[in-house]
C-alpha cells in the first residue's frame, strides 16, 4: 500500500525537461559541457540520492569544479526528494483517511438501519402497552359502571318502596272492607259508599304496580338487560327513561326541561346510548346550584340527530375543558368519580359515528352537544 | 517487512522512532546522524514546521555492503508525535521492522507516555504488526532535567515487560542515543537473520551487524 519507502529513479524525482535544464545551467557556470551517464567512467561523479545512486555526471572541467557540480545537482536532487516523500505520504495518510472515512460511514448506515429496527420494534411494543392499558381502563369503566347501577338499584328500591307500601295497605284495607261487605250484605248497610272506595283502593294500587313496572323496564334498558346488541334505537325513548332513572335516584327533585323534537329510529347499542346519555345528565346534575335546571332537547338537524344537554350550573374553566375527554381525569374527590364518563362517552358516540361537543364557561354553565349521523 | 530487492542483492529495514510530542525523537535522529559513522550514511531529511515540530517525518538512511555484496539499508524515520497527527504516524509506522519509543522522563510527562504507549500499541495493530513480536526499545529521555523520575522506578515498571530493561538519554547532550540504537539493533538482528539468513548467506553476523551499524566517531563520549 505505501510508496514512503520506495526509493526513487531519477527521472521520479526530476523531470527529464528539469534535468535538461539543470544539466545546461551547471554547463553555463562551469563554462563546460556538463551530462548524465548512466553508468560510471571516467572523469564523472556519482549521484547518490538517499544512498542509492541514480546516475554519473560527466564533465570536462577541473576534477574541483566537476565534484561541486556533482554535490549541487545532489543538493538539488535532495530538495526535489523531501516534497516528492512529504507529497507520498499526505497521498496514503489521505487515502487511508478516506478508506477510513468510507467505513465509518458504512459502520453509521448498518447503525442506523439496527436503530431504525430497534424503533419500529418500540413503536409495536408501545402499540401493544397501549391496548392493554385501554382494555384495563375499559374493565375498570365497567366496574366503575357497575357501582353505579348499584347505587341506582338503591334508589330503585326505594323508588319502588312506596307503591309497594301503599299497595299493601290498600290491600289490608281491602280485606277488611270485604268482611264488611260481607257483613252489610246481612246488616243491611248501603253498599254503593264501600264499593266505590273499594274500586278506588284497586284503582291506586293498579297504577302503583304501573309505576313499579315501568322503574323495572327502564332499569332493564338501562342495564342491558335485555339488549346487549346492536338493535334500532328511539333516543328520544332512550333519553326519558335515562331521565327516569336520574330522577329516582335525587328524589325526583331535579328540574329537567325535556323537549324532544321528532327523530327517526338510531341503529345501536341501546344500552351503550342510554349510559352516554346517563354519564352527561349525572354531570350536569351535579354541576348544578340551587335553582339551577336541566335542558334537554333533541332534533333533526341537517341529516343529523342532534342531542343537547345543557345546564346553568357552576361551569368548566379553559384548562379543564381541555382535559375533560382524557381518561381518569377528574375534579371531583377521590372515590366521587372515576374520570371515565366523558372519555367513555366520546367512545360511546365514536362507536356510533357520531361527536361530542362542549361548550363550558365558568360559573355559567355547560352545553353538551351529541350529534349523530344518519345513514 | 523489510525489503529484499533480488536483482541489486539490497536489503532495506525500517526503523520508527515513536513517542509523545516533544519527548526528542527528531533530536535523537539529528544527534545518531552526528555521532554515528557507519559504513554509509545519507543526508538526514528533516521536515518540520515553522514552529520545529514534525508534521510529516524525518528520516536518516545508513547502510553497510557485505563482503558478499549485500546492500543493506536501514532507514531510521520519526513520525510527529502531536496527537492530531496520528494518520500520519500510521503511515510511517507501516511496515516497521523495529521500534525506538521514545518516553519522557519529567515525572509530569508520565501520562503522556502512557498515552502514546498507548496509541503505539493500536497503531501496530491497525497495521498489522503483533507489539509481543515487533524488535522495540524504551528509551526514557531527558534525564538532565531535574523533574526526571528516578531510574529504579523506571525500570522496576518496566521490569515485568518484554521491553525491560528500558535505556536513558540525554539526547540533547548526545548521551545514551547510541546506546538505544545499539540496543535495537541487538533485539532487531535475530528476526532479520532468521528470515533473511543474514549470517549464513551474507556473512553477517551479529556483532558485525550491530557494529558496523553503529560505529561511531572516536571523538565522542559514547
Redesign the interface.
Known amino acids: 500500500m505505501s510508496n514512503l519507502e520506495d526509493d526513487f529513479k531519477l527521472d521520479a524525482l526530476l523531470s527529464q525537461q528539469q534535468q535538461t535544464r539543470l544539466l545546461e545551467l551547471l554547463g553555463t557556470l562551469g563554462g563546460a559541457s556538463v551530462e548524465l551517464a548512466d553508468n560510471a567512467e571516467e572523469a564523472s561523479n556519482q549521484l547518490e540520492f538517499n544512498l542509492d545512486t541514480l546516475g554519473w555526471l560527466r564533465t570536462e572541467l577541473p576534477a574541483i569544479q566537476s565534484e561541486a557540480a556533482a554535490r549541487l545537482f545532489e543538493l538539488i536532487l535532495f530538495y526535489a526528494g523531501k516534497y516528492r516523500l512529504a507529497a507520498n505520504l499526505h497521498h496514503d495518510v489521505t487515502e487511508a483517511s478516506y478508506i477510513e472515512l468510507q467505513q465509518k460511514h458504512a459502520a453509521l448506515l448498518a447503525s442506523e438501519a439496527r436503530y431504525k429496527t430497534l424503533s419500529e420494534q418500540l413503536q409495536q411494543q408501545v402499540e401493544k402497552q397501549v391496548k392493554v392499558i385501554e382494555q384495563t381502563q375499559h374493565q375498570l369503566y365497567e366496574s366503575a359502571r357497575l357501582r353505579a347501577v348499584g347505587q341506582l338499584a338503591a334508589g330503585v328500591a326505594h323508588e319502588i318502596n312506596t307503591p309497594i307500601g301503599f299497595i299493601g295497605s290498600n290491600l289490608r284495607v281491602a280485606d277488611d272492607y270485604l268482611d264488611e261487605i260481607e257483613a252489610s250484605l246481612s246488616d243491611n248497610v248501603d253498599p254503593a259508599l264501600l264499593l266505590d272506595d273499594f274500586r278506588a283502593l284497586l284503582g291506586e294500587s293498579k297504577s302503583g304496580v304501573k309505576r313499579i313496572a315501568s322503574i323495572v323496564a327502564d332499569l332493564r334498558t338501562f342495564a342491558n338487560i335485555d339488549q346487549a346488541d346492536f338493535a334500532t334505537c328511539d333516543l328520544n325513548a332512550l333519553l326519558m327513561t335515562t331521565c327516569h332513572l336520574l330522577q329516582a335516584e335525587h328524589n325526583h327533585t331535579l328540574p329537567i326541561e325535556l323537549r324532544l323534537g321528532e327523530l327517526p329510529k338510531l341503529a345501536g347499542y341501546p344500552a351503550k346510548l342510554s349510559q352516554a346519555f346517563y354519564n352527561i345528565l349525572d354531570n350536569a346534575a351535579k354541576a348544578l346550584n340551587e335553582g339551577g335546571r336541566i335542558q334537554v332537547e333533541s332534533r333533526l338537524h341537517d341529516g343529523a340527530l342532534e342531542v343537547y344537554i345543557e345546564d346553568n350550573g357552576c361551569g368548566m374553566s379553559e384548562d379543564i375543558l381541555l382535559r375533560v375527554f382524557e381518561p381518569f381525569f377528574t375534579t371531583r374527590s377521590v372515590g366521587a368519580g372515576s374520570g371515565l364518563g366523558l372519555s367513555v362517552t366520546r367512545d360511546i358516540l365514536v362507536a356510533h359515528q357520531g361527536e361530542v361537543r362542549l361548550y363550558s364557561r365558568l360559573g355559567q354553565g355547560t352545553r353538551v352537544t351529541l350529534r349523530f349521523q344518519t345513514g | 517487512m523489510a525489503?529484499y530487492y533480488a536483482i541489486e542483492n539490497k536489503l532495506?529495514l525500517?526503523i520508527v522512532y515513536y513517542g509523545p510530542a516533544l519527548s526528542g525523537k527528531t533530536t535523537n535522529l539529528m544527534q545518531l546522524h552526528t555521532l554515528l559513522m557507519p559504513q554509509?550514511k545519507?543526508?538526514l531529511?528533516v521536515?518540520e514546521t515553522r514552529d520545529d515540530r514534525t508534521?510529516?517525518?524525518d528520516?536518516l538512511?545508513?547502510?553497510l555492503r557485505s563482503e558478499k555484496g549485500l546492500d543493506l539499508?536501514l532507514?531510521l524515520y520519526t513520525v510527529p508525535g502531536q496527537v492530531q497527527h496520528d494518520?500520519?504516524r500510521?503511515?510511517?509506522l507501516?511496515?516497521a521492522d523495529g521500534v525506538i519509543f521514545i518516553a519522557d522522563s519529567q515525572l509530569s510527562q508520565q501520562d503522556n507516555n502512557a498515552i502514546a504507549f498507548d496509541n503505539l500499541a493500536s497503531n501496530l495493530q491497525k497495521v498489522g504488526l503483533d507489539i509481543e513480536n515487533l524488535p522495540l526499545v524504551v528509551q526514557f529521555n531527558k534525564r538532565d532535567l531535574p523533574s526526571a523520575v528516578d531510574e529504579t522506578i523506571l525500570q522496576t515498571r518496566w521490569a515485568t515487560t518484554p521491553w525491560a530493561p528500558i535505556t536513558l538519554a540525554s539526547a540533547l547532550k548526545g548521551h545514551g542515543v547510541v546506546k538505544s540504537f545499539q540496543q535495537l539493533l541487538s533485539r532487531l538482528y535475530p528476526a532479520v537473520d532468521s528470515e533473511f539468513s543474514l549470517a549464513a548467506n551474507h556473512a553477517i553476523g551479529f556483532q558485525t551487524f550491530v557494529d558496523r551499524l553503529s560505529a561511531v566517531n572516536e571523538a565522542s563520549d559514547e
Do not use: Q
Open positions: 525489503n532495506v525500517k554509509r545519507g543526508e531529511m521536515l508534521l510529516f517525518f528520516m538512511p545508513i547502510g539499508r532507514k494518520s500520519t500510521k503511515a510511517v507501516s511496515r
